[in-house]
């Protein structure tokens, strides 16, 4: 994942890479996963789960196949909604959100979830060099 407090080593970082914090270079060209958390209101996430079923997911699923899955938070995480997506690079990242946010279906959908939520944070992450990989 690349921390907020690296960010002064990415600026100095050549072009087409990020700083590793304990070794080489990373190429930006690696795939980049994002992980999404959206937090409900208390009381609305049996709201937001039907507002997914009628008009999120059919307005998602006409754009390309990015996503890995979607999880609801269970104890611990109660009131979340959770998305992973896997992009090729930067490029790929951008270019599909920017689809997204054009489809006006989606934009429909947005506009009725977005009063039921309190907090959303997304976090780009990077594969480690070891393990399993989705």
């Known amino acids: 994942m690349v921390h ?4 002064d080593l990415r600026d100095n970082a050549p072009p087409g890479t990020i700083p590793s914090r304990s070794g080489p270079l990373l190429e930006t060209s690696m795939a980049i996963y994002e992980l ?3 937090t409900a209101a208390v009381g609305k996430m049996a709201d937001i789960i039907e507002l997914y079923n009628s008009a999120g997911w059919p307005a998602l699923s ?8 979607y999880f609801t938070g269970d104890i611990g995480a109660l009131n979340q909604l959770i998305h992973l997506w896997k992009f090729d690079d930067d490029a790929d990242r951008r270019a599909f959100w920017a689809g997204i946010y054009a489809d006006p279906d989606f934009m429909n959908f947005a506009r009725q979830m977005r009063p039921m939520l309190i907090a ?3 976090k780009l992450m990077l594969a480690s060099p070891w393990g399993p990989h989705p």
Do not use: F, I, M, V
Request: overall charge positive.
């Open 4 to 7: 907020e407090q690296s960010r």
């Open 36 to 38: 999404r958390t959206y």
């Open 62 to 69: 006409k754009h390309p196949k990015k996503l890995l899955g």
């Open 120 to 122: 959303q944070e997304n």
